[in-house]
């Protein structure tokens, strides 16, 4: 079973810069697609940005998003730059066998880190 660790998240005031990090366990990262979702109070969860197993393409919702992979760390990160309060959330890392905009679609989640965005 994969098991995924995030950590990286804290108080940002708007226009900040964060860096989440999701270290995977278990599985090499090449076994899975690694997606960023979050989930604000009260919203459906919400992909961010995905990166590929299988040729390390990048998917992303959000243009001030980067998505990254250290294959000898085993993990990926999210790069979140120019943040606002919009982008308060839970944010988790998955592993699936695709990348997709869809949480169902990812069958192994972290705990979580929480990000908040305020002056």
């Known amino acids: 079973q994969v098991q995924l660790v995030e950590s990286g998240g804290g108080l940002v005031q708007p226009g900040g810069s964060l860096r989440l990090s999701c270290v995977v366990r278990?599985?090499?990262?090449?076994?899975?697609?690694i997606g960023w979702f979050r989930q604000a109070p009260g919203k459906e969860r919400e992909g961010v940005s995905c990166?590929?197993?299988?040729?390390g393409s990048k998917y992303y919702a959000k243009g001030r998003f980067t998505i990254s992979r250290d294959n000898a760390k085993n993990t990926v990160y999210l790069q979140m730059n120019s943040l606002n309060p919009e982008d308060t959330a839970v944010y988790y890392c998955?592993?699936?066998?695709?990348?997709?905009?869809?949480?169902?679609?990812?069958?192994?989640w972290g705990q979580g880190t929480q990000v908040t965005v305020s002056s």
């Open positions: 278990e599985y090499t990262l090449d076994s899975y697609a």
């Open positions: 990166i590929s197993s299988i040729d």
């Open positions: 998955a592993a699936g066998h695709l990348c997709s905009h869809y949480s169902a679609d990812f069958a192994s």
